[in-house]
T-cell receptor
């Protein structure tokens, strides 16, 4: 099945550092979503983006819908230990099939 | 608080057993999905359903079947469990064809021995 290319696969950073991760696709998407999965839990929606160029923030998190509609990035500023988890991007293309396509995930570890 | 509830957090089953994973949502969502999650492979879609008694194969349906007799309940069935089906299983639901994203359950970690 089709997947998004999400990078990096994993990150190990110091508390207080900023984090950046991104997703790219060979197809155009109409919706980009970013999820976080805490250890042992299901993914939870962080940010949803619906327009090319859109920049949306949620606290220390900022995400952007790429102008080409083929990419998106997520930034986390001033990381804290509870940011630990797996971050997934997801996209929805044309045709309104209702199926999201997920990236492979970025595992984030934060050293206090 | 809206919820997707998976009946078991942890399950251990023997090879060859028939396994049922249950998922219930209380949001009156039309769409429901089953994924499995394995390290390095992300989320892989097993089956999904857009309506009661309707089902469609995802990317990795082999060895699985599903049942959706009621709108709120979507069951994943492992007809004859095998060790390569040891995984984390995630159920999700959505409205409006997923434009606003999915709501996930907490997952069932299945170990087949």
């Amino acid at each position: 099945g089709q997947q998004l290319n999400q990078s990096p696969q994993s990150m190990f950073i110091q508390e207080g550092e900023d984090v950046s991760m991104n997703c790219t696709s060979s197809s155009i998407f109409n919706t980009w979503l970013w999820y976080k999965q805490d250890p042992g839990e299901g993914p939870v929606l962080l940010i949803a983006l619906y327009k090319a160029g859109e920049l949306t923030s949620n606290g220390r998190l900022t995400a952007q819908f790429g102008i080409t509609r083929k990419d998106s990035f997520l930034n986390i500023s001033a990381s804290i230990p509870s940011d630990v988890g797996i971050y997934f991007c997801a996209g929805s293309g044309s045709g309104n099939t209702g199926k999201l396509i997920f990236g492979q995930g970025t595992t984030l570890q934060v050293k206090p | 608080d809206v919820k997707v509830t998976q009946s078991s957090r942890y399950l251990v089953k023997r090879t060859g057993e028939k396994v049922f994973l249950e998922c219930v949502q209380d949001m009156d969502h039309e769409n429901m999905f089953w994924y499995r999650q394995d390290p390095g492979l992300g989320l892989r879609l097993i089956y999904f359903s857009y309506d009661v008694k309707m089902k469609e194969k995802g990317d990795i349906p082999e060895g699985y079947s599903v049942s959706r007799e009621k709108k709120e309940r979507f069951s994943l069935i492992l007809e004859s469990a095998s060790t390569n089906q040891t995984s984390m299983y995630l159920c999700a639901s959505s409205r409006d064809r997923g434009v606003y994203g999915y709501t996930f359950g907490s997952g069932t970690r299945l170990t087949v021995v």
